[in-house]
């Protein structure tokens, strides 16, 4: 069972990004997903999460305007667009999973499946 992570590189500020997560070995579809970011320096933090039940979504107000996170069943993938991306927004981005029935994914405390990592870096 895993996540694996692609999209992400050296972006000019102002620019955009497509983050992929597809699952390996269950569906994603079944679980709430979240995508999170470490800059240089700071503390993880959760960007982004949808839930199950009405794929309703939750944002840091950092990003709020800008990332638009959406799934796809079909492809058992889970997105993060990015636009107008600044410097600040420069990380390490990792989606996570956690079996989970509901609409409110920011009431999840832990999740049990992780993505190896993926590196933005916005350039000023």
């Known amino acids: 069972l895993q996540l694996v992570q692609s999209g992400g590189g050296l972006v000019q500020a102002g620019g955009s990004l497509r983050l992929s997560c597809v699952a390996s070995?269950?569906?994603?579809?079944?679980?709430?997903i979240a995508w999170f970011r470490q800059g240089p320096g700071t503390e993880r933090e959760g960007v982004s999460c949808i839930s199950t039940s009405d794929d309703s979504t939750i944002y840091a107000d950092s990003v709020k305007g800008r990332f638009t996170i959406s799934r796809d069943n079909a492809k058992n993938a889970v997105y993060l667009q990015m636009n107008s991306l600044e410097p600040v927004d420069t990380a390490v981005y990792y989606c996570a999973a956690v079996a989970y029935y509901g609409s409110h994914c920011r009431d999840v405390l832990a999740y049990d499946y992780w993505g190896q990592g993926t590196r933005v870096t916005v350039s000023s």
């Open positions: 070995g269950f569906t994603l579809e079944h679980y709430a």
